[in-house]
């Protein structure tokens, strides 16, 4: 009988002692909550942490709900601390707890949470890289745009601002495969992003070919638009820069097998009147007369239409 005696007051130890543990929980709760609403961010959050971690384990319905309501509350606190810190022009400060913020909001399975604290580290990273990125200084600028673009990809502006940095330093494709991210958003939401991404990729893989011809290496362009191709296979511009290419190593069979399908990808009629240039003078070159004149006369626009006009001329005396 003693010993049933000994085992029953254990057991109601056990039970005050939990009871203890359970009020001491929800204290430190109901402490977390009113530095909260005192705006305390800085005394809530590791209150409310404490009380996670105390509490997770605990079969008191009382406190697994504090435990629950605090999950919720931690991220709101280090996301207020962020934003507390970007009025001061705290950068590193207000990075580090919109970044903290994010981390709790995906460790307890708070997307939208997660999604509102990293689109404020990508706004203080394009913040920081702004000043490199106005000096010119786009090495600096691209591994700073890098870090916020990683944090929100949809930031358009963060993300044109890091192509060019790539770009302007030396990092193409890199520069490139930003670009191309930014062409396969939706475009109904992001047009503008879309269309400034094309006209700064048809910018700087000219710049890019202007180059490699410089050095006389068609067979390098070749690749590039090969490797362009891969990536986006409905590449208007690699269509053309290949086209050029051949038609620059004078390899007129393989403009000819090429021309239609690089003619048909071109959005732009300027484009497409260079291409039916380039295609019937290499019809011509292989003297297919027929074929050159039919496709010089689809020159309609752009810069070559003298040059097509002068070729029809001589083509049809």
Not at 178 to 203: Q, S, W
Request: with cysteine; hydrophobic share 40%; glycine share 6%.
């Amino acid at each position: 009988m003693k010993k049933y005696v000994l085992m029953a007051a254990a057991l109601l130890a056990f039970g005050l002692a939990s009871a203890q543990t359970s009020n001491e929980i929800v204290t430190k709760y109901n402490d977390a909550l009113a530095a909260l609403q005192a705006k305390d961010f800085a005394k809530a959050a590791p209150l409310f942490e404490t009380v996670v971690v105390e509490g997770m384990d605990s079969e008191d319905n009382t406190v697994l709900n504090c435990v629950q309501t605090s999950k919720k509350y931690i991220p709101t606190c280090y996301y207020m601390m962020g934003g507390i810190a970007v009025k001061k022009g705290n950068y590193d400060e207000a990075l580090a707890n919109f970044s903290k913020s994010a981390e709790k909001a995906e460790l307890y399975g708070d997307t939208p949470a997660k999604t509102k604290a990293n689109t404020w580290v990508a706004k203080v990273y394009m913040v920081q890289g702004g000043e490199a990125f106005n000096n010119k200084d786009y090495a600096t600028a691209a591994e700073v745009f890098a870090k916020g673009y990683a944090a929100n990809p949809r930031n358009t502006e963060m993300a044109l601002n890091l192509a060019m940095s790539y770009c302007e330093s030396g990092e193409y494709e890199k520069g490139m495969e930003i670009y191309r991210n930014i062409c396969n958003m939706p475009a109904d939401k992001y047009a503008e992003a879309i269309a400034k991404a094309k006209e700064n990729m048809a910018l700087y893989t000219n710049n890019e070919v202007a180059k490699i011809q410089a050095a006389g290496d068609n067979d390098g362009i070749i690749a590039m638009a090969d490797n362009m191709l891969a990536s986006d296979p409905a590449s208007a511009l690699a269509e053309k820069i290949r086209i050029q290419a051949y038609n620059n190593k004078k390899d007129y069979a393989k403009v000819i097998e090429l021309g239609e399908t690089a003619a048909a990808a071109q959005t732009d009629e300027d484009d497409r009147s260079d291409v039916y240039f380039i295609l019937g003078a290499a019809y011509n070159a292989k003297e297919m007369k027929e074929q050159a004149i039919a496709n010089l006369k689809k020159v309609t626009t752009g810069n070559s239409v003298e040059a097509a006009k002068k070729a029809l001329a001589d083509l049809t005396k």
